[in-house]
């Protein structure tokens, strides 16, 4: 844990701040929590304090994907410089002997962001979360095409990598699905996938791409339920005309902790 007492670091840059209001000359590596109860101390961590007290507040960290993450900087017991990557999830201040979620931004490099996890956007994660693609990964994103024939062919890019979705509230996944004719898709089948990891089976598909070009954009899925571990999949098939996906990105947004 990292909080009020900074164990293990000394002189620590990571700044905690409440109100109805974002600070208005923030400092890097700001966390602000959108309260109209005064923070009377703050941890961050992966498990909540066992014994709070009223207007503490708890800052969730999931390290389980690559992350927004704050790079906390001070001076070890041998006045050696260190940094600590944290990588905060979202929020819970204690009220009336509940925990209360709260709505939480982070102020990095000079710009305020949501607390968002980012498996994949566009080639900069992909490697760090997935460990490469089946096929079809490229600098900028995961790109898997079918040509037009007399019979239907197909091919599917699959990540390497899993996810557990366990305390996962959203999925958006930006994508583009495009066939080669304005008029029909010819038999082309194009598909966004989300697969168990485990055995295979489908759990979420998107053909938003089936009618000519979809043009980029963003499947919200609610994964609120969801306890599985899973993979990510491109699909496209065709035989008459072309058929194109591409991936752009795949983020999270994160639930309440257990």
């Known amino acids: 844990m990292i909080g009020k007492t900074n164990t293990g670091i000394g002189g ?82 204690y009220i009336n002997s509940v925990w209360e979620n709260k709505n939480m931004k982070m102020y990095v490099n000079n ?39 007399m019979s239907v062919t197909s091919v599917t890019s699959t990540s390497n990598g899993t996810i557990d979705l366990t305390g996962i509230k959203t999925l958006n996944i930006e994508w583009r699905g495009k066939t080669g004719d304005p008029d029909s898709d010819y038999g082309a089948n194009i598909d966004m996938r989300v697969i168990d990891a485990t055995t295979g089976n489908v759990l979420w598909h998107d053909p938003h791409g089936i009618r000519y070009d979809s043009g980029i954009h963003t499947s919200s899925i609610d994964v609120s339920s969801w306890t599985n571990t899973v993979k990510f999949q491109l699909y496209s098939s065709s035989s008459l005309t072309s058929a194109d996906v591409w991936l752009y990105s795949i983020k999270l947004v994160p639930g309440n902790p257990t």
């Open 12 to 93: 620590t840059d990571v700044y905690v701040v409440g109100g109805t209001t974002r600070p208005a000359r923030p400092r890097n590596n700001t966390i602000w929590v959108e309260t109209n109860t005064a923070i009377t101390g703050w941890e961050i961590g992966y498990k909540r304090p066992e014994a709070p007290a009223e207007g503490d507040v708890f800052i969730f960290t999931n390290p389980s994907a690559a992350v927004t993450h704050l790079e906390i900087s001070g001076v070890s017991g041998r006045a050696r410089k260190e940094i600590v990557k944290i990588s905060p999830a979202y929020a819970y201040q």
């Open 111 to 149: 710009g305020w962001l949501d607390a968002m996890v980012t498996l994949y956007d566009r080639g900069a994660y992909g490697v760090s979360f997935a460990s490469g693609w089946s096929t079809g990964e490229q600098s900028d994103c995961v790109h898997i095409a079918t040509r037009g024939g």
